[in-house]
């Protein structure tokens, strides 16, 4: 089942989710200071991921052409849209917390080098480790995520499912249109500029500067298309 291990990434987002909620009720102090540890691990792992690449001018290049293409589609207003639509679903009388779980842990679970580098192993060679290590690391930070941003966390699960889901669908074509050499690059220039989004992220759970990350996310693409138009450019 090329799909499966999406599957079990869904399920345990949703699952680690559940468990957060179920947790006693964390005193505020507490929660600050989880959400502060939580915040530096993610700015640890994006400084990992954005070194991967040896040409930052194109990694610059893609976040500014990326940026542009966001704010132009407004990426980050329809996120925090479905988040309020989901907001008035759950009945949480607008706090905005359910629309800041949901978009905050989506993009922490969608972007990065597992996302693509487990759907591509799902669609191409029917295995699903390295989705079944993503999983079991999502699952446990959605037991942390739920536990101080709420039921929103939940729903993250739905964009995660498809976006890995397209990914292992398409793997097969992406494998035979750009072959193994190309592919790696590929994957290294998507990390790189994912690690710079997922710093973002991090900032924005430290409350030190808030990120559009949302409308950054056409520079995951253009990181992608670069490798190929650098390619034949040469």
Known sequence: MVLW??????????AGGLLGLLLPKLKDGIKETVMQGLGLSVVVLGFSMALKSDNFLVVIACLVAGGIAG???RIDKGLQWLGTQLERLVGNGG??????????????YCIGAMAVLGSLQSGME???S????????????????????GVGVLFSAIPVFIYQGIIALA????????????LNEMITQITAVGGILIIGIGLNVLEIKKVNVANL???IVMAALSVPVMALWN
């Open 95 to 108: 706090s905005g917390k359910v629309a800041t779980g949901f978009v905050t842990t989506t993009l922490i």
């Open 126 to 128: 029917q295995e699903h």
């Open 5 to 14: 291990g999406t599957a079990v990434n869904a399920a345990a987002i949703i």
């Open 71 to 73: 704010e132009l589609l």
């Open 171 to 182: 793997a097969t074509w992406i494998a035979l249109a750009f072959g193994d050499v190309m």
């Open 217 to 219: 996310l056409p520079a």
């Open 130 to 149: 390295i989705l079944y290590t993503k999983s079991m690391l999502d699952g446990f930070s959605a037991v942390i995520f739920a536990s101080t941003l």
